[in-house]
């Protein structure tokens, strides 16, 4: 499957952004994350999504602040983000593991199978 993160741009701390994760085909059998990357660090797990049921996990950093859902009928995952920091300007990516895995939802970068191009976030003070 290939992915695509889009929706990404610079906005001012406070604001919001949506994220979008586009698949080139049905993400019924798989699981999604989202993860970002700053410049000099390591790719770092932002959520994931169990594509079934829409239980999602997200990473202390934002929890209470991002949101991840999907739209099945469109294969599309989101990722809703408000009330942003400087500290959340990243490259943003969207990441697929197959539904045969064993736990449905990871914070590993290495247990993912597909990744799809990034979409850069600033935040400005």
């Known amino acids: 499957v290939q992915l695509q993160a889009f929706g990404g741009g610079s906005v001012q701390a406070g604001g919001s952004l949506r994220l979008s994760c586009a698949a080139s085909a049905t993400l019924s059998q798989y699981h999604m994350g989202w993860f970002r990357q700053a410049p000099g660090k390591e790719r770092e797990f932002v959520g994931a999504?169990?594509?079934?049921?829409?239980?999602?996990d997200t990473s202390d950093s934002v929890r209470g602040r991002f949101t991840i859902t999907r739209d099945p009928a469109k294969d599309t995952m989101f990722l809703q983000m408000s009330n942003l920091k400087p500290e959340d300007t990243a490259e943003y990516y969207c990441?697929?593991?197959?539904?045969?895995?064993?736990?449905?939802?990871?914070?590993?970068?290495?247990?993912?199978?597909?990744w799809g191009r990034g979409t850069q976030v600033t935040v400005s003070s």
């Open positions: 990441a697929a593991r197959a539904r045969s895995r064993p736990t449905p939802i990871s914070r590993l970068s290495s247990d993912y199978d597909y």
């Open positions: 999504i169990v594509w079934r049921t829409g239980k999602a």
